[in-house]
Each structure stands twice: as structure tokens, then as C-alpha cells.
């Protein structure tokens, strides 16, 4: 296991269009977290997972957002009908309990 | 208001030469703080974590301090490296709740030769 994978690194999409983003945490790792981050800020709260239960969801989520995690393993996260402001990096992190957060890649989204 | 704020935003150094970040918190009850270097297009690395009893707490040619009292925490670089130029970003945990990590802003810094 070589830490957090996500997938696709780089996606550019058209207004309108819908995206999926997925992420495989460390396997050992029951908690999961999606974050937003923009160029010069440092990454939002999105949504955390403690194994398939999805906990709390930020108020950053519109209801064009969707996250899930079907087995307490991988989640993806879903943008529905795409907007310019939605591009961003989009960054997963799991860890177990209280301990340090190990980040993905990320994954880069624009929208044209 | 909890929150975590970091200076300065940007810092152009001399490869070779040290220099100090600075991160200041209001984040209440306190359970840790890290720090995390963010190269371009990749995700956060931990770099280090303070807890409340640490003050201070090094890893190769970065050391971090943490002062609890005044609620600030430092990290130096010393004999910076290219490699070195990065976001470096604060993170500090409170006791409580499942979404309890709050993020400073970053402060990028850019190590020239």
C-alpha cells in the first residue's frame, strides 16, 4: 500500500458537465476526508467518512455535491452540473482516529 | 471565532540561508498542530506535530516550536535547499468532534539559487 491514490489527477470538463473523482485511502484507515482547495488558500472542509458512514458535510457541499464511500473502503466524490467557481483542487485524506492525516495527489478540476 | 493564521503569506530566499514561518492560532481546546509541506499540484506532507507539552521538534533541517501560551507555533528551515520551495501550511486539531482540523492559508515559499 503506497498511500492515498486518487484518480483522475487532472480533469477539465465544460460548464453543465458532470464529474467523478475517486480516492483509495490507506486500507487500514477507517476515516476519510474530502477537502477544496484553491490556488493560495489552504484546503476546506468538504466531508469526512468514518468507514462507510458519511459523519458531517460542509455547508461548501451544494446539493450539486455527492459523496460516498459503498464499503467503508474507496469513495468518490460527484459534482453535478459543473460551474466555473467548482474548479479547484479536490484533495482526499485518511487516517485512523486522532492520528496525523495522509493527503493524496489531489485531484485538479476546471471547468471551461 | 476558531482560526489559524500564517505569515508571512509569501518568502523569496537565498539557497543556503534559514528562514522562519511564523503560525498564530485562536483554535480552542487545543489538541495538536502540524505543519505540512505542499508542493506544487500534490498533496499536503506532514512535516511535523506539536503536542500541547512539546515545544519544540525537529525533523532533518526543519524545526518546528510551539508556544501554547501565546498560542504560536514556528517553523525554521535551515540551510534551505530548491527543494525547499513549497506551501508550508498550519493545521491545528481541536479536542473535540470529527471535523476538528483548522487550516491556515500557507505561506509559499521560494528558494533560489
Known amino acids: 500500500d503506497t498511500g492515498v491514490s486518487q484518480d483522475p489527477r487532472h480533469k477539465i470538463t465544460k460548464r453543465g458537465q458532470n464529474v467523478t473523482f475517486r480516492c483509495d485511502p490507506i486500507s487500514e484507515h477507517n476515516r476519510l476526508y474530502w477537502y477544496r482547495q484553491t490556488l493560495g488558500q489552504g484546503p476546506e472542509f468538504l466531508t469526512y467518512?468514518?468507514?462507510?458512514?458519511?459523519?458531517?458535510k460542509s455547508r461548501l457541499l451544494s446539493d450539486r455535491f455527492s459523496a460516498e464511500r459503498p464499503k467503508g473502503s474507496f469513495s468518490t466524490l460527484e459534482i453535478q452540473r459543473t460551474e466555473q467557481g467548482d474548479s479547484a483542487m479536490y484533495l482526499c485524506a485518511s487516517s485512523t482516529g486522532a492520528n496525523v492525516l495522509t493527503f493524496g495527489a489531489g485531484s485538479r478540476l476546471t471547468v471551461l | 471565532k476558531n482560526q489559524v493564521e500564517q505569515s508571512p503569506q509569501s518568502l523569496i530566499i537565498l539557497e543556503g540561508k534559514n528562514c522562519t514561518l511564523q503560525c498564530n492560532y485562536t483554535v480552542s481546546p487545543f489538541s495538536n498542530l502540524r505543519w505540512y509541506k505542499q508542493d506544487t499540484g500534490r498533496g499536503p506532507v506532514s512535516l511535523t506535530i506539536?503536542?500541547?507539552?512539546?515545544n519544540t521538534k525537529s525533523n532533518g533541517r526543519y524545526t518546528a516550536t510551539l508556544d501554547a501560551d501565546t498560542k504560536q507555533s514556528s517553523l525554521h528551515i535551515t540551510a534551505s535547499q530548491l527543494s525547499d520551495s513549497a506551501s508550508y501550511i498550519c493545521?491545528?486539531?481541536?479536542?473535540?468532534?470529527?471535523?476538528?482540523?483548522?487550516f491556515g492559508t500557507g505561506t509559499r515559499l521560494t528558494v533560489i539559487p
Open positions: 493545521v491545528v486539531r481541536l479536542q473535540t468532534g470529527a471535523n476538528n482540523l483548522f
Open positions: 506539536m503536542t500541547f507539552s512539546e
Open positions: 467518512f468514518q468507514n462507510e458512514a458519511q459523519l458531517e
